[in-house]
């Protein structure tokens, strides 16, 4: 476990890419890469890719109506499998999100390898949204390669030794979308770049009252879709978000910051404990500034009770927001995040979502 915590490095750079050591395994322009979107089974997401030799500029628009996913991805072949047995895991850099980022939310990418068993294996990450020039990296170990999207199986692990397919999804956040990845490396510990920080925002309480809404929003749509390792990379960065961020109460970033230490000890790829862990720390932010009291430990599972919440939260006061013209603002983004791929039904089912959201959804 300890290496596995000393692993998620994540790096913010300002200027150019870094030329990373080990194996570049994107090969943008040569390497015959595709797109595949849930319309092979019935969907309406749409993407686009365009390759170039500095990355993969991907966008389109997620549709949960029959579907929610676009992908792209590249095959091996039979004899073209890589030997990745001698690395740790997969290095990727990308550009952070400066366009239809909601609230600042992070955008959860779901990153497969596959090998010669029908069975994927994928892991999470999430882009922070940052000024346009920014670079966000992640580390990943083959051992956070556990989701299976297809078909699921018990005790396999991937063989790294035989790798023969690579895939990157946009899932199940519904509306527009467009990140950029600018590499995939398959890395030695030894390797991995130094790390750094996410983006650090100027915000304000009600910017971060909706930075958390959206995020729990978004969330809790993707942990009840069955990935709750997207759910914990998205509220993890949104706790790192909130913890460099200027301009916002001093409670808030430190309770990010306690949920953060606590969380650092289950990586989000093996499994719910830290989402549960950060969703407890967003209710308390929520309910602080909204002016209610406290949701009771018993929502939660043992992994996040106790009463540091409160403690961090009662560090100092928040204002206290007016919330009803928030959550119009909020909910006319969401529509627009939607316009173009939505009729007006729908728009009715956007709304549906949010007071089903409301009812904090990422439990049940
Ligand atoms: C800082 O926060 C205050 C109050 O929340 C807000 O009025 C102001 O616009 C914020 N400043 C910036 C630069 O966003």
């Known amino acids: ?21 080990g194996k570049d395994l994107a090969e943008w322009t040569s390497a015959g890469w595709y797109v595949q979107n849930d319309d092979v089974m019935g ?19 997620i549709n949960m109506n029959g579907g929610g996913f676009a992908s792209f991805r590249r095959n091996f072949g039979p004899w073209g499998e890589r030997d990745l ?3 740790s895991g997969l290095w990727v850099e990308t550009d952070v999100v400066t366009e239809q980022p909601l609230f600042h939310a992070p955008f959860a990418v779901h990153i497969q390898l596959g090998d010669p068993s029908r069975y994927d294996h994928g892991a999470a990450f999430a882009i922070p949204s940052g000024p ?42 519904e509306g527009p979308f467009k990140f950029k990845i600018r590499q995939i490396r ?45 759910c914990g990379a998205m509220y993890s960065m949104t706790a790192k978000t909130l913890t460099t961020a200027s301009n916002i109460s001093s409670s808030v970033q430190e309770i990010s910051r306690v949920a953060m230490a606590s969380a650092e000890r ?21 309910a602080a500034y909204e002016g209610v009291s406290f949701p009771s430990d ?4 043992a992994v996040a009770h106790g009463d540091w919440a409160a ?26 995040n939607s316009a173009g791929q939505k009729s007006l039904k729908g728009l009715g089912f956007i709304f549906v979502m949010l007071v089903v959201g409301n009812a904090q959804s990422c439990w049940s």
């Not at 130094?194 to 969330?219: C, H, I, N, Y």
């Not at 289950?266 to 929520?286: C, E, M, Q, S, T």
């Open 266 to 286: 289950y990586p989000v790829n093996l499994g719910g404990d830290a989402a549960w862990i950060y969703r407890k720390a967003f209710d308390h932010i929520l």
């Open 298 to 301: 018993d929502r939660y599972p």
């Open 132 to 173: 346009a020039g920014s670079t966000y990296s992640v580390f990943l170990p083959f051992g956070w390669f556990t989701k299976q999207l297809r078909w699921s199986c018990r005790g396999c692990t991937l063989d790294t030794g035989r790798i023969n397919d690579l895939s990157v999804y946009a899932l199940y956040q």
């Open 43 to 61: 969907g309406r997401s749409n993407s686009n890719l365009k390759l170039s030799g500095s990355g993969a500029e991907f966008e389109g628009s």
């Open 311 to 336: 403690t961090a939260m009662g560090s100092d006061q928040v204002p206290q927001l007016s919330t009803t013209s928030l959550d119009r603002d909020m909910e006319q983004q969401l529509a627009l």
């Open 186 to 230: 398959a890395v030695r510990d030894s390797e991995v770049p130094a790390f750094g920080q996410v983006p650090a925002l100027v915000l304000s309480d009600a910017k971060a009252w909706m930075l958390v809404k959206a995020t729990v929003e978004r969330g809790s749509t993707l942990w009840n879709k069955g990935n709750p390792e997207l």
């Open 85 to 87: 047995a001698q690395y």
């Open 1 to 21: 476990m300890g290496k596995l915590r000393n692993s998620f490095v994540a790096n913010f750079l300002a200027v150019t890419s870094l030329t990373a050591a």
